[in-house]
């Protein structure tokens, strides 16, 4: 137990090294979303965010479907029963349109990132202490996924906001200082997260669920206090004390044992009466709000195609949907696909967390970022403290930590035993058995928390089931993500970022803060210069999205004059011109507007109705062909 006389050297540059990382992150979401994505959409999900943003920006849930709709096709945009939409649940598409609304779509994400660093500062410093909240922040906001993400119109940056402002609002509930009001704020960050992403939202709140009916529980055990003395709240751990020397605060009574004023009553944070009722409020609170603002997606489900359960994702390809079956993926999908696709995200995740792997930048490296989604050449070295924030925070106890572990990691070989026809009928293909199968293995995640009894220990836990559990829940996805690194992964960032600083800061704070912070600013700075440079930018001009060709258009306007853009050609994919998609206003009156020139019952017919639609633009005629288009009156490429 840390005392006063041993405590290490206060840190009094925390604060101002975690508002540096803060504006740091702040500042590369703005550079690379300018000079990396140049804040057009790269991806068909990013248009699809931004078609949504921009009709919610003028108060629109759906609006009418265009004639003919084909010209004007977005990809993962829905034309059903003559309404519009985009197939994505609202969240995102909502937050983007303040940006809209700003003429600044970008600076969203960026202030997302921004907050996310201080969130994961605060964590850190209030569950551990202040070396661990400012490695953390640091880890965090030099993670190549990071810095990939932030200056991108996905709207992970956004989930990881929405996860950090949860953990932290629950971590403030225990307190039990105005809980009502962190109950109130954890119930908006989960119901945002939950709009957003929802499947992601379910894999944050589920070692949370768990972890409150723990506290439940315990609160429905008699408490007593020793030979019916007073009794002091329990000490925290060493490696939970905040301030150097002192108790921390944050860590009051346990909740299995309560301590008794001088008039005998019964406190717990200041209050009296029942614990049950006292712990149960703010949740009943965080329940109700987050809820409450889930039936946005149901309203807008209504809105798009009259069913409220609806889901929109089979609206583009009638698979894309969570599960294990023929249902689901393109030639269904099962738990030997699922297990594949996490080693192979796996290994990226190794390296794109923190920007350490071994090895060098070559073609199939940089080939292996654009196109490939196996394993990923480098090896990845982002885990390596994992092991040691285990045995930092659970020191004796991480014997069994690790006898815990290697029974997950057992589970996880058991679907590859049971490949086996003969004996087992392929049970590795059976939907039944791989939902059993996952069930099992995040119960084995989330069980050892309503065992621990010290709230650090808990803590440290809650912080590793989310992890795991988001990674795992993915499993029942049909497909993986590494283009824009392993983002179905990426709310686990914070868990790793401050289950890594807990060794760092341990040697800091016990053998040299200088040391330990030049070693870890050299390695940031290593890892920013020699693998998040070139990860990042190997993604300029992907899709063949760039800014030159809505340029090209504009050199060859007349004036102020409205320009019309038509596509001719039948075998032409979005890449073609998803850059002047990116440009057109999904009402069709912005300045450019791009319409596709299709086969129909005759190319003749569709040109001569979208050019009825806008007799008074300019307009230009392009041929295209795939993925490039080119002026009509030029060669083509």
């Given amino acids: 137990m840390t005392t006063q006389s041993q405590s290490p050297t206060p840190f009094r540059f925390g604060k101002i090294i975690v508002i540096g990382l803060a504006l740091f992150s702040f500042f590369m979401s703005a550079l690379i979303s300018r000079a990396v994505f140049e804040r057009l959409p790269h991806l068909e999900d990013e248009v699809a965010y931004l078609y949504g943003a921009r009709m919610f920006a003028r108060g629109d849930l759906v609006i009418a479907t265009p004639e003919p709709r084909r010209a004007f096709w ?33 600076v969203i994400n960026a202030f997302y990132a921004m907050l996310t660093v201080a969130l994961v500062y605060r964590l850190g410093r209030e569950v551990f202490n202040e070396d661990t909240g400012v490695i953390a922040a640091a880890l965090t906001a030099f993670s190549p996924a990071a810095l990939l993400l932030n200056g991108t119109l996905m709207g992970h940056t956004s989930a990881l906001f929405a996860t950090a402002l949860f953990i932290y609002a629950y971590w403030r509930i225990e307190q039990e200082k105005r809980r009502i009001t962190w109950g109130a704020v954890a119930g908006i960050a989960l119901g945002l997260l939950v709009i957003n992403r929802p499947l992601t939202a379910a894999a944050v709140a589920l070692p949370f669920v768990v972890w409150s009916g723990a506290r439940m529980i315990r609160s429905l055990v008699p408490h007593s206090t020793a030979n019916g003395k007073n009794s002091s709240p329990p000490a925290p751990l060493s490696i939970a004390s905040d301030r150097e020397g002192d108790q921390n605060p944050a860590f009051l009574p346990s909740l299995t044992e309560g301590w008794r004023g001088s008039g005998g009553e019964e406190h717990f944070g200041g209050m009296s009466g029942s614990r049950f009722i006292y712990t149960l409020a ?19 489900n209504t809105a798009a195609t009259g069913d409220p359960t609806d889901n929109l994702y089979t609206y583009v390809w009638s698979y894309d949907t969570v599960g294990f079956g023929s249902c689901c993926g393109r030639t269904g999908h099962t738990l030997e696909k699922g297990i594949r696709h996490l080693r192979f995200d796996l290994s990226l995740t190794a390296a794109d967390l923190f920007g350490f792997a071994a090895g060098s930048i070559t073609p199939e490296v940089e080939q292996h970022w654009l196109t490939e989604s196996d394993y990923f050449p480098m090896l990845g070295l982002s885990f390596v403290f994992f092991p040691l924030a285990l045995i930092a925070a659970f020191r004796w106890k991480s014997l069994l930590v690790f006898a815990w572990a290697a029974v997950l990691v057992g589970w996880f070989a058991l679907p590859y035993q049971t490949y086996r026809p003969y004996y087992y009928g392929d049970l590795i293909r059976d939907p039944g058995f791989a939902w059993g199968w996952l069930a099992a293995g ?83 700075a290593w890892g920013f210069f020699a693998y998040s440079t070139p ?19 504009e050199a060859r306007r007349e004036g102020n004059r409205p320009v019309l853009v038509i596509i001719n050609g039948d075998n032409v994919r979005w890449r073609a011109f998803g850059s002047l998609m990116a440009v057109t206003s999904p009402y069709l009156d912005s300045e450019i507007v791009v319409a596709h020139n299709y086969v129909g019952d005759s190319s003749d017919s569709v040109r001569e109705r979208i050019l009825a639609m806008f007799p008074d633009r300019q307009v230009i005629e392009m041929d295209a062909e795939e993925n490039q288009a080119w002026f009509s009156d030029e060669p083509p490429p």
């Fill in 442 to 524: 995040l119960a084995w995640v989330n069980l050892p928390l309503l065992f621990w009894r010290k709230h650090a220990n808990s803590w440290t836990w809650l912080l590793i089931a989310v992890m795991l559990t988001v990674v795992g829940m993915q499993i029942a996805y049909w497909i993986g993500s590494q283009r824009y690194s392993t983002r179905y992964y990426y709310e686990g960032l914070i868990s790793a970022a401050i289950l890594s600083a807990i060794p760092l800061a341990w040697l800091a704070r016990r053998i040299n803060r200088v040391l330990v912070y030049g070693g870890l600013a050299l390695a940031l």
């Fill in 74 to 106: 977005q990809p993962f945009v829905v034309d059903s029963e003559g309404h519009r939409f985009s197939k994505y649940t609202p969240g995102w598409s909502m937050q983007l349109a303040v940006g809209e609304l700003m003429g600044e779509s970008w």
């Fill in 282 to 300: 703010p949740l009943i609170l965080l329940t109700v709000i987050a809820g409450v603002i889930a039936l946005l997606i149901p309203i807008y």
């Fill in 535 to 553: 990860r990042i930018s190997a993604l300029y001009h992907f899709n063949n999205v760039q800014r030159l060709h809505i340029e090209a258009v």
